[in-house]
């Protein structure tokens, strides 16, 4: 294995770039600095081709939208562990979209494997071991120079993936089980291309916050914006300015002053402090904050769903278990849900153009089974008219 490249102008990637485009398959990491700035992003790519790592510093080429092309392109397979954060990262950071994933932690899923994590599929595949350091793993990569340590442990996440990816390839054939993870890697390529916007106010998503009356909300609100605030003129992960505790704790007990306030930094007093008293009386002057009512369940399952279900489940379990699988992966547990509590609309559920949470390989290879099943299901425990 030859060293890792680092590659730090514009002029290297260009370079780098146009050897790249004969590659018919390439190993793809990424490092990010999320846990050190308010807007996390991608510092570091790195690619492994023909037995080389390259590690290219994101922070100091400017234009990487050869990369994007790379991603883009059905025709090179872009070997992944645990793709879901790149793909989302390269799609928010760069609006890059990724065509031909082939990701070795679904792989290891669909082999058995319950903690697929890069380390542990190497040694039980390949026998490989990788530099493993928890300090590494969550070290500022947004700071320069990187060490020689940074730089080996960077390029191990790609020196080892396309022979895995062999490995996998074969063994998953042997089983006939090749086409289920090519459905899983669509769904990976779609999600990865598509944001998560929550319809409900930030400030409402603090843990804790559900526990709280308007009034607290009020002040809840004021001073969740703001640590939003500060935390970006600091560019510091929000968490590090004040933990969602304190804030909760502030919202609760206003009129206690902020020196007295636990886990409050005397550095963000001094700093900030008259800007978050403000902040809390704001929220006490103003307009209570009454929560969006919630959908409440009108009725809750009877005996009959519950069985209905259990019966589902065990099919589920037992299938997982003859195929030496987690049961999650064989069908959706909303999907279950459904067919339990409306078991005369199940072949809705299960065509081909029915549900989107269930993927085509599921439906391939179990629709027919799980229809056989819920039918004796309900048999068992038949549907009253609500049900139905």
Known sequence: MNRPQLITDQKEWN????RLAGATELAIDTEANSMYAYRGRICLVQIGAAGSAYLIDALAVSDLSELGAILADPSVTKIMHGSD????????????????????????????????????VLHAFLGVEIPKSRRLQRSNWGLRPFSDEAID??????QHLIPLARKLRQLLAEQGRLDWVRDEFLHL???????????????????????????????????????????????????????NETLLYLAQQ????????????????????????????????????????????????????????????QWRSDKGADLGLDPALLWPAVSLERLAHRPAQWQSEL??????????????????????????????????????
């Open 15 to 18: 370079r780098l770039a146009d």
């Open 85 to 120: 954060y790149d793909l989302r990262s390269f799609y928010r950071e760069y609006g890059f979209k990724t065509a031909g994933l082939f990701d070795t932690e679904t792989c290891a899923r669909f082999l058995g494997m319950l903690s697929p994590n890069l380390a542990a």
């Open 153 to 158: 442990y960077a390029a191990a996440d790609v």
């Open 189 to 243: 390529e779609e999600a990865g291309a598509t944001g998560y916007e929550s319809a409900e106010p930030a400030f409402l998503r603090v843990k804790g916050s559900d526990r709280l009356s308007p009034p607290e909300l009020a002040v809840l609100k004021e001073v969740y914006e703001f640590r939003e605030l500060e935390a970006e003129r600091l560019d510091w992960p929000a968490y590090r300015v004040v933990r």
């Open 254 to 313: 206003p009129h206690v002053p902020l020196e007295a306030v636990p886990d409050l930094s005397p550095q963000l007093v001094r700093r900030a402090g008259n800007k978050l008293r403000e902040a809390v009386q704001r929220g006490q002057r103003g307009p209570a904050v009454n929560r969006p009512p919630r959908r409440r369940r009108t009725h809750f399952p009877g005996r009959e769903v519950q069985g209905r279900l259990q019966v589902l489940k």
């Open 351 to 388: 065509a081909e153009a029915g549900a989107a949470d269930i993927r085509p390989w599921q439906r391939r290879e179990f629709a027919q089974e799980l229809a056989e099943v819920l039918e004796e299901a309900a048999l068992k425990y038949p549907p009253i008219d609500a049900d139905c």
